[in-house]
């Protein structure tokens, strides 16, 4: 199993980050839903499209993004730069969130979706630590931190909640915007 965070530096290793740059939705989650088939099943829908969804609410480039700037700043000022890209997809688990508001509805078994959830959270505490031990590498007097995302252009005119009975009308109510 891959980690939940994956971590790559850039620069000088002997010295303190001067940036860090996070990309909590930017990971397409597929090798996460892969090593955690239960996720798939407990959704209870057609897998096609709840990898949509996922797809859907990934923030497509902004891992690659981060990596090209992590690179240029580095080669051309020699700052020391990080890249930590969370691999939970959005779509299962806000990462970006507090740990209160980060579950998706997105289970058809209520029990099911509190043992997942329960465990996610624990997930969370761990990442959570794993991203202050990172924090901590950061340049006391002049250290950034950088989320990056990337956005749809555009926003569904309803406002359709995400739930797997609808899963498919919430999908097309962003692809039809």
């Not at 700043?73 to 890249?83: D, G, I, P, Q």
């Not at 997809?89 to 970006?96: E, L």
């Not at 579950?103 to 058809?108: C, E, L, P, Q, Y």
């Not at 761990?126 to 950034?144: C, F, M, N, T, W």
Request: proline share 5%; charged share 30%; with cysteine.
């Amino acid at each position: 199993m891959r980690p939940l965070l994956e971590v790559q530096s850039y620069g000088e290793i002997c010295k303190p980050f001067d940036l860090i740059l996070f990309s909590p939705h930017g990971d397409d989650g597929a090798e996460f839903l892969e090593e955690n088939p239960v996720i798939l099943n407990a959704h209870g829908g057609a897998r096609n499209i709840f990898y949509d969804f996922v797809a859907l609410e990934c923030d497509q480039g902004a891992t690659k993004l981060a990596y090209k700037i992590a690179m240029k700043l580095s080669e051309e000022t020699k700052f020391r730069c990080a890249v930590v890209v969370d691999r939970i997809p959005r779509a299962v688990w806000d990462m970006n969130r507090s740990i209160k508001n980060a579950a998706r509805n997105i289970f058809n078994d209520e029990s099911l979706a509190e043992i997942l959830n329960r465990r996610l959270r624990q997930i969370d505490a761990e990442v959570r630590a794993d991203k202050e031990r990172i924090l901590q590498q950061l340049s006391p007097s002049h250290g950034y931190v950088l989320d990056i995302h990337t956005m749809a252009a555009f926003s569904p005119v309803d406002r359709i909640p995400e739930m797997p009975s609808n899963m498919e009308k919430y999908i097309r109510n962003f692809v039809d915007a």
